[in-house]
């Protein structure tokens, strides 16, 4: 399979893969907060500094991934680099991306089932949240500001809000309800001639990618369930997280309540504690928040074997979740241009991406909730679901973190990687030496 990017004459061409290499690295060992912020950074980082990708094709590579199953900022991250550098370039970038996480992830894990109880870590997260509260924040702003450019944009983002928020609404529904409207809204008049700009894009060569990444991505699972058989638990492992890398659409927010439900209920391979601790550490850890699949590996593989069996059921965990977005970006990249040069696909992807500016808006209201106070209710009625925090639960030390890092970040203009040292800092001082 050849490694040559069919559409490299759209980006610079006097990169090297050196330098390229250092900047992903950078992008991955920053990339905390979730994928609102690790968007954020990238955009910072490839558009903005190093002027790699332009301001609309960004945006369009965004709203391209958000129709992907999977996690959007790992493929977005892929997509970059697969621009500059083809089949190695994506590699790098989408390894990158994951791996610095990843590390931390498994190490943390060991800690938590070996020793439990890790009261310096927490002191350190507890800042951490509050950094990334912010972060979150100043995300959500530099998107809204890209994406929503016409009235429509900003009742899409609204509604989209509101149908999640108050209403409870699945996230594919919304997505697909946005990009109705958008190919409805847009016309096909003065279309440009699209198949110039499939650059030698075959459907031999697309099945030729399907072929090969899949098989890449499934050939282990296989060799799982004719080892192992299908009752082992690395097997049922394998299955669980391969199914849940087909429905993940939206990012890892809109399948974590699901996977929760299933780990905790159906299989019972954690308990709801358990699962709450996961994805503490997986949101204040770089990389993809849906790392938090690896600690569901590791645990409940270590219940059942030990730490060995922990390592290989956070193995399993972390190729069956990311293994396919390199299958998705590698077969459907190629098709990126060819899409947008279409009035009525461009005017769906933009609309999607309008929503989901009130999916994350949506996001942030409800990590803000559950950051600044430590006791939040719902209350039903109606067919809307409302979160009610107990004011009297209200945490003056995320209080106080949240308003020094807000000053770094937006009023000194920070970089991220010392307002977060600063947040874990403050943490560290409030949890230990003022007892707060």
Same mark, same amino acid.
């Given at each position: ?9 759209t ?22 907060g979730?994928?609102?912020a ?7 980082i ?12 960004f ?81 959500l ?28 609404l ?56 004719w ?5 082992? *638990?690395?097997?049922? =492992?394998? #299955? @669980? %997280?391969?199914k849940?890398?087909? !429905?993940?659409?939206g +990012? ?20 709801a ?15 993809p ?72 808006f949506?996001?942030? *209201?409800?990590?803000? =909730?559950? #950051? @600044? %106070?430590?006791q939040?209710?719902? !209350?039903?009625a109606? +067919? ?11 945490d ?30 403050l943490?560290l ?5 003022l007892?707060?």
């Amino acid at each position: 399979m050849s490694t040559k990017n069919p559409i490299s004459s759209t980006v610079p061409s006097d990169i090297r893969f050196a330098e390229a290499v250092r900047v992903f690295a950078r992008i991955g060992l920053l990339s905390f907060g979730g994928p609102t912020a690790q968007i954020a950074v990238m955009h910072h980082i490839l558009v903005e500094e190093k002027k790699w990708l332009d301001e609309n094709l960004f945006v369009h590579a965004l709203s391209f991934c958000m129709l992907l199953p999977g996690p959007e900022a790992m493929q977005l991250v892929t997509y970059a680099g697969w621009r500059l550098f083809g089949l190695r370039g994506g590699l790098m970038a989408g390894l990158l991306f994951v791996l610095p996480g990843a590390v931390v992830m498994l190490a943390l894990s060991m800690i938590y089932a070996l020793y439990g109880q890790i009261a310096w870590v927490d002191a350190l997260f507890f800042g951490i949240k509050a950094a990334v509260l912010v972060i979150v924040i100043e995300a959500l702003l530099r998107v809204a500001k890209r994406a929503l450019q016409q009235v429509w944009h900003w009742w899409l983002a609204g509604l989209s809000f509101l149908g999640i928020f108050v209403f409870t609404l699945p996230f594919p529904l919304i997505i697909a309800g946005a990009a109705f409207f958008g190919f409805w809204i847009k016309t096909s008049a003065d279309q440009p001639a699209a198949e110039k700009m499939m650059h030698g894009v075959s459907i031999t060569a697309t099945l030729g990618r399907m072929a090969v990444w899949g098989s890449v991505w499934l050939g282990p699972l296989w060799l799982l369930l004719w080892q192992m058989g299908d009752a082992h *638990l690395l097997s049922k =492992l394998g #299955v @669980f %997280f391969s199914k849940l890398a087909l !429905v993940t659409f939206g +990012g890892a927010y809109a399948v974590l309540a699901y996977m929760a439900q299933d780990v905790v209920q159906l299989h019972g391979w954690l308990e709801a504690g358990q699962m709450m601790t996961g994805l503490g550490l997986a949101e204040t850890t770089p990389g993809p928040l849906i790392l938090v699949t690896e600690f569901v590996g590791f645990l409940a593989a270590f219940k059942q074997g030990g730490l060995a069996m922990g390592v290989m059921g956070a193995a399993v965990a972390l190729w069956m979740t990311f293994a396919p977005c390199f299958l998705w970006i590698f077969v459907g990249g190629p098709y990126l241009e060819w899409i947008i040069a279409r009035p009525r696909l461009k005017g769906a992807l933009s609309a999607i991406t309008a929503a989901v500016v009130g999916v994350i808006f949506n996001l942030s *209201l409800w990590f803000a =909730l559950h #950051v @600044f %106070f430590t006791q939040v209710d719902v !209350v039903k009625a109606y +067919g809307m679901s409302l979160f009610v925090p107990d004011f009297a639960s209200l945490d003056f030390g995320v209080v106080i973190i949240a308003l020094v890092s807000a000053a770094l970040l937006l009023g000194r203009h920070w970089s991220m990687g010392w307002v977060l040292a600063v947040a874990a800092g403050l943490g560290l001082v409030l949890r230990f030496g003022l007892n707060v």
